[in-house]
Nanobody, 121 residues
Framework: QVQLVESGGGLVQPGGSLRLSCAASGKIFSMYGMGWYRQAPGKQRALVAV???????NYADSVKGRFTISRDNAKKTVLLQMNSLNPEGTAAYYC???????????????WGRGTQVTVSS
């Protein structure tokens, strides 16, 4: 069974930085898009950043220039470097991976359990 495990969340002051990591474990035949989403209290889950299998990235307007997404296919990980964090960044951050994980060949959408990021002085 494939699992995604996020790490790196925590409490940070405004203007600070955090790096989130998501590692996939289990049998994965192939990975496609990988990304990070976040959900603040009382709000819907929203895209933060995604990266394609070819390395093409896309960011939410609110994080452009401050966040950087990257992936290591050999390690089955996706990273999110977050700089210049502000209180609006307070949310649970979820890792998302689209991958083929069984012999059916179908692409499944996998989610981690989330890691909390709190930006506060």
């Amino acid at each position: 069974q494939v699992q995604l495990v996020e790490s790196g969340g925590g409490l940070v002051q405004p203007g600070g930085s955090l790096r989130l990591s998501c590692a996939a474990s289990g049998k994965i035949f192939s990975m496609y898009g990988m990304g990070w989403y976040r959900q603040a209290p009382g709000k819907q889950r929203a895209l933060v950043a995604v990266i394609s299998s070819g390395g093409i990235t896309n960011y939410a307007d609110s994080v452009k220039g401050r966040f950087t997404i990257s992936r290591d296919n050999a390690k089955k990980t996706v990273l999110l470097q977050m700089n210049s964090l502000n209180p609006e960044g307070t949310a649970a951050y979820y890792c998302n991976v689209r991958a083929v994980v069984d012999y059916s060949g179908g692409i499944q959408e996998l989610w981690g359990r989330g890691t909390q990021v709190t930006v506060s002085s």
